[in-house]
């Protein structure tokens, strides 16, 4: 046990093969039920409690396990938690912990689709069944999940609005400039992918190079943020 937790290597990961599409078919059964059930969610005290409490430990113990495995391995300071959906992780425990209504308005636009994005092209070296494979899918399905759960509670209160948006827009802009020419330089590091698309395939190689390719992130970030609030706002209504 303690080997396979210690290594960091294995198969390289497949795009789109049985592991990867066995995680892609979880998180789809995951997301169903919970929309699906969210009237029951919201009016079951104890179902409720049980979700939003299996969400809070499981983005706790994915984080401080990666952390542990990342300094054993020597590999600690680039697997810090501030990429986007690190970010999302902690806000989205932090949510749960309070159900403070700015942090899950917060939570829904910074989880959701960065982690469900994340899930469809994982930055993933290595396949099952290597501790990242299981730390990654686990912790990214939660995170998106964890979009959902807390959207579904805003619900009661209308509290994801365009104003919220905007403002969720102008933290993670200004979050952004704070990696970009303190944190990345600092650690030469490559957090929020800010220098440069990761190794892998992903959409953000189409976003080009130098200053376009930042303005590009901040263009696509805003009509993804744009978007959930119009597709949230029917369900609102419904809800």
């Not at 039920?33 to 979700?51: C, E």
């Not at 190689?205 to 263009?219: A, H, K, Q, S």
Request: hydrophobic share 55%; with cysteine.
């Amino acid at each position: 046990m303690m080997e396979w937790f210690l290594t960091v290597g294995g198969e390289k990961f497949n795009l789109f093969g049985p592991s990867h599409l066995v995680m892609l078919f979880l998180y789809v059964v995951g997301a169903f039920l919970l929309l699906f059930l969210h009237k029951k969610i919201l009016s079951n005290h104890r179902l409720f409690q049980t979700i939003r409490w299996t969400f809070f430990t499981l983005l706790l113990a994915c984080e401080i396990t990666y952390q542990t495995w990342a300094a054993i391995n020597g590999i600690w300071v680039h697997n810090l938690p501030f990429h986007l959906c690190g970010i999302a992780g902690l806000v989205g425990a932090a949510a749960l912990f309070t159900l403070n209504k700015k942090l899950m308005v917060i939570t829904f636009y910074i989880a959701l689709i960065p982690a469900l994005l994340a899930l469809l092209t994982p930055d993933l070296p290595y396949d099952f069944p290597n501790f990242r494979y299981f730390k990654f899918f686990i912790h990214h399905i939660t995170i998106s999940l964890t979009a959902i759960f807390v959207a579904i509670i805003a619900s009661e209160s209308k509290a994801i609005t365009f104003k919220g948006m905007l403002e969720t827009y102008l933290y993670l802009v200004i979050y952004a400039f704070l990696v970009g020419l303190v944190i990345n330089p600092w650690l030469n590091a490559n957090y929020l992918f800010l220098s440069h698309p990761p190794v892998s395939a992903t959409p953000l190689d189409w976003f080009g190079t130098g200053i376009w390719y930042r303005l590009n992130l901040g263009v696509v970030c805003f009509i993804v943020f744009f978007l959930q609030f119009l597709s949230y706002r029917p369900l609102q209504r419904k809800w």
